[in-house]
């Protein structure tokens, strides 16, 4: 069963719009929630990362919003530029555990310029 | 720093054949993984090691072996290729919960 799941598969923004990428799971154990970034070619990236604790966290133009009850969290992206078109991925772990992360399918965005 | 390391960066298998896939990072990491990326399908987590002389299995770890002998290694043995093993693989390292994953640029393995 898909552990993380991650929508939409694509998206297309003008440069200047906000980006949105949603993500659920079911596994109510999972405690430490990160965004990686992908550029062609590239390994992934850690973007920026929440714990259930909070319901926002905002670093710069990304910014992760947070629903314990609702079992789900997004990314936004404000003031969309070309240069953030790349892959993100939602991911998920148990106990603050970096040892065995659980990532989403993976969101393609482009950013109109 | 380099970071994380893998070798090599591209690699054409035969059916059958077994190999290798290097991983070394030089930031004294504790936690090491092996992912795998397959189009569609995002990031699967194939073997993990929480430091030296221990690994356990992530999602997908049929047809693969790794060992983790130094904090600095961890290799990943194909050990009978097949072609549903063509994929993009990645190594990542962290050095504690909850500070996230380095990853390394990967290695495209194509089994013909």
């Known amino acids: 069963q898909q552990q993380v799941k991650q929508s939409p598969q694509s998206l297309i923004v003008q440069k200047g719009g906000i980006s949105i990428i949603n993500c659920a799971y079911e596994n109510t154990a999972f405690d430490y929630f990160p965004w990686y970034q992908q550029f062609p070619g590239k390994g992934p990236a850690l973007l920026i990362a929440?714990?259930?604790?909070?319901s926002e966290k905002k670093e710069g133009r990304f910014t992760i919003s947070f629903n314990k009850s609702a079992k789900q969290f997004s990314l936004h992206i404000m003031d969309s530029q070309p240069g953030d078109s790349a892959t993100y991925f939602c991911a998920a772990s148990v106990g603050l555990g970096d040892d065995k992360i659980i990532f989403g399918k993976g969101t393609r965005l482009h950013i109109l310029p | 720093n380099a970071g994380v390391t893998q070798t090599p960066k591209f690699q054409v298998l035969k059916t059958g054949q077994s190999m290798t896939l290097q991983c070394a990072q030089d930031?004294?990491?504790?936690?090491m993984s092996w992912y795998r990326q397959d189009p569609g399908m995002g990031l699967r987590l194939i073997h993990y090691s929480v430091g030296a002389g221990i690994t356990d299995q992530g999602e997908v770890p049929n047809g693969y072996n790794v060992s983790r002998s130094t904090t600095e290694d961890f290799p990943l043995r194909l050990l009978s290729a097949a072609p549903s093993q063509t994929s993009v693989y990645f190594c990542?390292?962290?050095?504690?919960?909850?500070?996230?994953?380095?990853f390394g640029s990967g290695t495209r393995l194509t089994v013909v």
């Open positions: 929440i714990r259930p604790d909070v």
């Open positions: 930031m004294n990491h504790e936690y």
């Open positions: 990542a390292s962290s050095r504690a919960r909850g500070y996230g994953y380095t």
